[in-house]
C-alpha cells in the first residue's frame, strides 16, 4: 500500500520556529533529516513546499481560467510538504507518522491505484 | 427485542456472531466481505429462530447459512469460492481471532459512532434494525455508518491485527471506550419508554468479559468489567413500578445482587495488584464503595473522596469532578460542595447533572427560589424520559 503524509503547518508552529536561534533551528533541521534517514526504505518520495505566499491558484470552474494570488483555502494549517511512503497497512503508516519531529499535523491519504 | 425467548436469542447469536466472523474473515482473507456474510446469516437466523425454534448447533446453523450465501455471492470470484467450499464446520477459531476483530472495528481510524456501530454488528452480532432501534437512530444512518466504515477498512488498508506493545495502550483505550460508551447508552435509556428496546448493557458486559478472557492480565480491562458488573448488580433497585428512577440513596438495597458485588470486589482486588491503576479500575472501585456500603449514609465518603481526587488526577475532566463534589458533601458539607460544583459551571453549564446537582445542595442550605430555577434548567436540558420524571416531579413536589 502507498500513502501520502500530508504534513500541515500551522501559525503556532511556523512563529516557533522563527524565534529559535541559529543553532536551535539547525538541530530541528538535523531531526528531520534523521527521521527521513531513518525511514528512508519505506519512504519512496518526499517534496518540500515554500509557503503560502508564494502561492498561485487557477480557478477552472467560473468561465474563464481564473488566476488568483495566494492559495485555495486560506486557512490557519497549510501543507507544506508531502512524503510517499510504501508500507504494509495503515498502522505501519501511523507508525511512521507518529514519530514525524516537526510541524504538528500530518495527513495520512491512501494513494488510489 | 424482549421477553426471555428474545434474550435468549440475542444471548446465542451474541455468543456465535463474533466466532463465525472470525473464522470467516480468516477464511475469505476479506475483513468486508466476511461481514457481509456473517450479517446475512444473523438476519435469517433472527427471522427464522423465532418461529422454528433455535437450532441444536447454532454455529453449525449459522455457518451454514453464510457459506451457502458467500458461495452464491462470490461464485465469480474463484479464489474465494475455494475457500469457502474447501473448509467445513466447525473450524474452532483461536480465541486470538475475536480479538483481532475487536481491535479492528475499534480503529482510531474510524469515526466513534461507526467504531461502536460495526462492534455490535460484527462482534455481538446485532443487526442494522436493531442497532438503529437501540441507538435511536435511523436504520439508513447505521446502515451508511457501517458501510464507510468497511470500505475505509479496505481502501486505507486498516489491518486485521491486534496492536503491537508500542500502540496497545492507546488502542486498547479505544476498545474501552467503546465498551464504556455502550453500557452509558444502554444503562441510561433503560426503563421508561424504551424498557422494550434490547439491553446493550448486555452487549457491553459481553464484550468486558470477552475482552477480559482473552487479555487477563490488564487490569483496566478487569476494571470496566467489575464496574459494569457492580452496576448492573444494582439493576433490580433502579425502577420503581411506574418505570421511575430510584436515586441511590433511596434505593432498596436488600434488591441488590449481593454476590455479584462481592465477586466483584475481589476481580478489583486483583486487577489492583498489578499496580496499574487507571480510570476504569478507579470508577469500579467508587461503585464497590457505594455497593458495599450497608446505607447511603452508612458510606464510606472519605474513601470515595480519595478515588475521586486519583481519578481527577488520573483522567481530568468536567464531570468527575461534579462526581467529586457530590462526595464533598457527604466529606466536607454542602456548602463546600456546592462552591466546588459553582466552579464548574464554564465547562458543564449546558449538562443537566450539573444543574440537577446544584439544585439538591442549594434546596440543602435552604435556598429554595435558586433551586427550584436550577432544576428547571436542569429539566429543559435532559431528553431521557425516566430522568425527564424524576426532576418534573422534584419541581412539583418541593
Redesign the interface.
Known amino acids: ?1 502507498k500513502y501520502v503524509l500530508m504534513f500541515v503547518d500551522t501559525e503556532e508552529f511556523a512563529s516557533e520556529l522563527a524565534g529559535m536561534s541559529e543553532l536551535e533551528r539547525a538541530r530541528a533541521y538535523d531531526r528531520v533529516n534523521q527521521w527521513f534517514a531513518d525511514h528512508s526504505d519505506k519512504i519512496t518520495h518526499h517534496t518540500h513546499l515554500l509557503p503560502p505566499n508564494t502561492a498561485t491558484t487557477v480557478r477552472l470552474d467560473r468561465g474563464e481560467p481564473l488566476v488568483t494570488d495566494g492559495p485555495f483555502v486560506e486557512g490557519k494549517e497549510v501543507i507544506s510538504g508531502f512524503a510517499v511512503v510504501e508500507v ?4 505501519e503508516a ?2 511512521i507518522a507518529r514519530s514525524w519531529p516537526a510541524c504538528p499535523v500530518v495527513e ?1 491519504r ?1 494513494v488510489g491505484s | 427485542m424482549s421477553g426471555p425467548v428474545d434474550a435468549e436469542l440475542a444471548r446465542v447469536v451474541r455468543d456465535h456472531a463474533g466466532r463465525l466472523a472470525a473464522s470467516l474473515v480468516h477464511l475469505v482473507g476479506d475483513f468486508s466481505a466476511a461481514e457481509d456474510l456473517v450479517q446475512e446469516a444473523i438476519e435469517a437466523a433472527v427471522r427464522t429462530w423465532p418461529v422454528e425454534g433455535i437450532p441444536e448447533r447454532p454455529d453449525a446453523w449459522l455457518y451454514t447459512v453464510a457459506r451457502r450465501r458467500g458461495l452464491d455471492v462470490l461464485r465469480r470470484e474463484k479464489r474465494h469460492r475455494e475457500k469457502l467450499t474447501g473448509v467445513s464446520w466447525p473450524t474452532e477459531p483461536e480465541p486470538d481471532d475475536r480479538l483481532r476483530l475487536i481491535f479492528t472495528c475499534c480503529h482510531p481510524a474510524l469515526p466513534r459512532a461507526a467504531q461502536v456501530a460495526l462492534t455490535l454488528r460484527v462482534v455481538c452480532g446485532l443487526t442494522t434494525a436493531q442497532i438503529a432501534k437501540a441507538l435511536v437512530v435511523r436504520e439508513s444512518a447505521v446502515a451508511r455508518r457501517i458501510t464507510r466504515a468497511k470500505q475505509k477498512i479496505s481502501d486505507a488498508a486498516i489491518p486485521y491485527r491486534i496492536p503491537g506493545p508500542d500502540e496497545l495502550p492507546a488502542r486498547l483505550d479505544e476498545v474501552l471506550t467503546v465498551i464504556y460508551l455502550l453500557f452509558n447508552e444502554g444503562y441510561l435509556s433503560s426503563g421508561g419508554d424504551r424498557a422494550q428496546s434490547r439491553d446493550l448493557t448486555d452487549d457491553a458486559e459481553f464484550l468486558a468479559a470477552l475482552l477480559h478472557r482473552l487479555m487477563p492480565t490488564e487490569p483496566e480491562v478487569a476494571g470496566l468489567l467489575s464496574l459494569i458488573r457492580l452496576h448492573r448488580a444494582r439493576a433490580a433497585a433502579r425502577f420503581d413500578e411506574n418505570d421511575e428512577i430510584v436515586q441511590l440513596q433511596r434505593q432498596d438495597r436488600s434488591l441488590w445482587d449481593h454476590a455479584a458485588i462481592a465477586e466483584a470486589g475481589r476481580s478489583i482486588a486483583r486487577a489492583a495488584s498489578y499496580r496499574r491503576p487507571g480510570p476504569y479500575q478507579l470508577q469500579a472501585a467508587i461503585a464497590a464503595c457505594h455497593a458495599e456500603a450497608p446505607s447511603w449514609e452508612d458510606t464510606d465518603w472519605t474513601q470515595i473522596a480519595v478515588l475521586y481526587d486519583m481519578l481527577v488526577h488520573l483522567a481530568a475532566s468536567p464531570v468527575t469532578a461534579l462526581h467529586r463534589a457530590i462526595a464533598l458533601r457527604y466529606v466536607q458539607g454542602p456548602a463546600e460542595a456546592l462552591a466546588a460544583v459553582d466552579e464548574l459551571e464554564s465547562s458543564l453549564a449546558e449538562y443537566h447533572l450539573w444543574h440537577a446537582t446544584r439544585a439538591e445542595l442549594l434546596r440543602e442550605l435552604g435556598r429554595r427560589d435558586d433551586a427550584q430555577q436550577a432544576d428547571a434548567r436542569a429539566l429543559a436540558l435532559t431528553a431521557n424520559p425516566a430522568e425527564r420524571s424524576l426532576l418534573r416531579e422534584r419541581l412539583n413536589w418541593t
Open positions: 500500500m504494509d497497512d495503515l498502522d501511523l507508525a495520512i491512501p
